[in-house]
């Protein structure tokens, strides 16, 4: 048995189903990478899609895609860390559509090099900073929806993209590692407040993906790629698949959830290369039962 290659997709390029039809999501941060990918599924599947980001340009590259691929979508520009911004951009997006019934939390604010120091070198006033408008990405959209949604009666999902880094820490990410913890444990609290109006909450955290900022083109062959039980990297697919799944009536009874696409890596105690009788895993299954043997 082989390992499995690394998998690159366009994001753009999806054939839907309808699952979202009649349905508004509103993705944050879909200028690029992960959020592209999510907002052109989500329109793929026929959702009408708001591409809010910080960057014009991005977010209309988006929507163009989304229209040469006969989907629906408006560019909403905007800083989703500010709530007062918040409310723009939902009053915006409720101009076109009437409403929004499916919330995609994906934005992150770098503010400087805050995310990225060690410990003992971040600043308490740009923990501060930073701690408050990252958190405030996930709850003032969340709550702007929830309240417009719950007066209306109606039923509505909310889908926060985490990281690993949320339950198994990088080294000198303190700040990314915490508002990340920050965010599911926001998922699990606000799913069980949420759940006796419709609205459902959950989480995907994705593993590493291959992106366009850091391609990460890993063969089989790369450590890296060898430290994953499925031997590749994830894909952007592979996380708006996620993402769709949890904004699809398929997961009417999920709420409250971390779902992990990461090809294994949270399942696994230890990397291969540190497991005392499988330092590099099987390479076809001649070899399967030899290493049992030894």
């Known amino acids: 048995m082989t390992r499995v290659p690394p998998v690159f997709d366009s994001p753009d390029v999806v054939v839907g189903h309808g699952q979202l039809v009649g349905r508004v999501a509103l993705v944050t941060g879909a200028g690029r990478n992960i959020g592209r990918g999510i907002a052109c599924r989500l329109a793929a599947e026929g959702a009408s899609v708001a591409v809010s980001d910080i960057d014009e340009g991005a977010a209309k590259d988006v929507v163009e895609a989304i229209h040469t691929a ?57 923990w501060q900073a930073f701690m408050a408008a990252n958190t405030s990405l996930f709850f003032a959209t969340s709550q702007r929806m929830s309240r417009t949604l719950a007066l209306a009666g109606a039923p509505g999902t909310i889908v926060n993209v985490s990281s690993h880094g949320a339950a198994r820490a990088h080294r000198e990410h303190i700040p990314y590692d915490s508002v990340k913890g920050a965010m599911e444990s926001f998922t699990r609290a606000v799913a069980v407040d949420l759940a006796p109006w419709g609205i459902r ?51 009417a009874y999920v709420t409250g959830q971390i779902f992990n696409v990461d090809g294994g890596m949270a399942a696994q105690a230890r990397a291969p290369q540190v497991e005392p009788r499988w330092p590099a895993g099987p390479t076809n299954l001649t070899d399967f039962p030899a290493r049992l043997l030894h």
Request: with cysteine; charged share 20%; hydrophobic share 40%.
């Open 70 to 126: 006969g989907g629906t979508a408006t560019a909403v520009v905007g800083d989703a860390s500010h709530p007062a911004t918040v409310d723009r951009i939902f009053d915006a997006v409720e101009d076109v559509y009437g409403r929004v019934d499916a919330l995609v939390n994906n934005a992150y604010a770098r503010i400087g090099a805050t995310s990225f120091k060690p410990f003992l070198q971040v600043d308490v006033a740009d």
């Open 201 to 251: 909450a959950n989480c995907v955290r994705p593993g590493s993906v291959s992106v366009d900022c850091e391609r990460m083109d890993w063969g089989p062959d790369d450590v890296r790629s060898t430290q994953i039980p499925m031997g590749r990297p994830g894909s952007v697919a592979d996380v708006a698949s996620a993402v769709l799944y949890l904004t699809s009536a398929e997961s």
